[in-house]
């Protein structure tokens, strides 16, 4: 995006933000009207439900037009609809609601933000109208350890996590390097959890039991991963969450990554604020700070550490991951990094390049 282009973004964000709740209950009374049927015998509770279902409509629609990146957007309409279908609502549920949405912002917001936010939103209904697109497995065949990686899942989402974890021990005894149970069974394994709560086929409590599992696997292999730790690179990571954001385990797979191929690595985790980050990557004299972020709604966040970063270390190399990056892989540019990686082995080779 153009310097004026950027900046008709994050103005029309901050005027959509700020008309949240307006705009979400507007929207609600219009799908009301237009569906009375369907809505009315939820009664006030589910009205007020509603309400808060168009308020993370609005939420996402801001960041996507902030970052110039309708994909943001669309994958969150994505998981709507499948979390719509799931709770039994009428197929075009979502499309009245996101059409309701928009001819709400028509009348409410400023024909400056609305002529931002219209392409996106004609763009998401497109999508709906269309149908279909589920969301294929990240355990693709040409992974050499895609049956063990199915195998673990599986067990996880069964509650055998004891069965899981012998899994992985008997890979290790096999001979598997710590880098490919990470790479071929924890990364895509972890990423099809993500697919199946976002499919709404697995409940919460199901993805935060495999994901608590999956961290308590990593610190019992944590023994094995310095006893095969690489000579020193002389370099050093800190690698940290965008504050809010809890989703950790992803950044912890590459700091250990990094601490295998012999890199010093300070791993700072779960919701970071920007100038705690900051500070410890120029205290650690860090050659590169990796950030991840993975809710749509912590963009904001990203650029917040990058600029705080910046300001404390301007030698320091930058990059950024998480899945928020990865659904649109030019984000880094907007947010000012000097850099993104889809995973975990992404990020080894881009800041070994970057560092020297």
């Avoid at 690595?265 to 050659?287: H, I, K, N």
């Amino acid at each position: 995006m153009r310097e004026a282009g950027a900046a008709d973004g994050r103005a029309a964000r901050a005027e959509i933000l700020g008309l949240k709740g307006t705009l979400a209950a507007s929207a609600v009374e219009r799908q009301y009207a237009r569906q009375p049927g369907v809505w009315e015998r939820y009664g006030e509770a589910g009205r007020r439900k509603a309400v808060a279902d168009g308020e993370y409509h609005v939420a996402f629609l801001a960041e996507a037009v902030s970052a110039d990146a309708p994909v943001l957007f669309l994958d969150y309409v994505r998981w709507a609809r499948q979390l719509f279908e799931g709770l039994g609502f009428p197929a075009d549920a979502l499309q009245v609601a996101i059409q309701c949405t928009m001819d709400a912002l028509a009348d409410l917001a400023t024909p400056a933000a609305f002529a931002v936010a219209r392409p996106v939103l004609e763009q998401a209904l497109a999508q709906l109208a269309a149908g279909g697109d589920d969301l294929p497995s990240f355990i693709m065949e040409g992974n050499p350890l895609a049956s063990e990686a199915r195998a673990w899942l599986d067990r996880l989402l069964e509650g055998r996590r004891t069965d899981a974890e012998g899994l992985i021990s008997a890979l290790v005894e096999r001979g598997a390097s710590l880098s490919d149970v990470y790479l071929k069974v924890f990364q895509p394994g972890l990423r099809d959890l993500g697919r199946l709560w976002q499919l709404s086929r697995i409940t919460v409590a199901q993805e935060h039991y495999c994901t608590a599992a999956t961290q308590l696997m990593m610190a019992r292999l944590s023994g094995r991963l310095f006893g095969t730790r690489a000579g020193s690179s002389g370099k050093r990571l800190v690698a940290a969450c965008v504050q809010g954001e809890l989703h950790e385990v992803g950044i912890r797979m590459i700091a250990d990554l990094f601490e295998m191929q012999g890199w010093d690595t300070d791993y700072v985790g779960a919701s970071t604020p920007p100038a705690s980050a900051a500070r410890m990557a120029a205290d650690r004299r860090a050659d590169v700070l990796a950030v991840s972020a993975t809710m749509t709604y912590h963009l904001e966040e990203l650029r917040s550490v990058v600029a705080a970063a910046r300001q404390a270390s301007p030698r320091l190399k930058i990059i950024v991951g998480g899945r928020l990056v990865n659904l649109a892989p030019d984000l880094w540019r907007s947010v000012g990094a000097d850099g993104s990686a889809m995973d975990a082995e992404g990020a080894l080779d881009l800041a070994t390049r970057l560092a020297g």
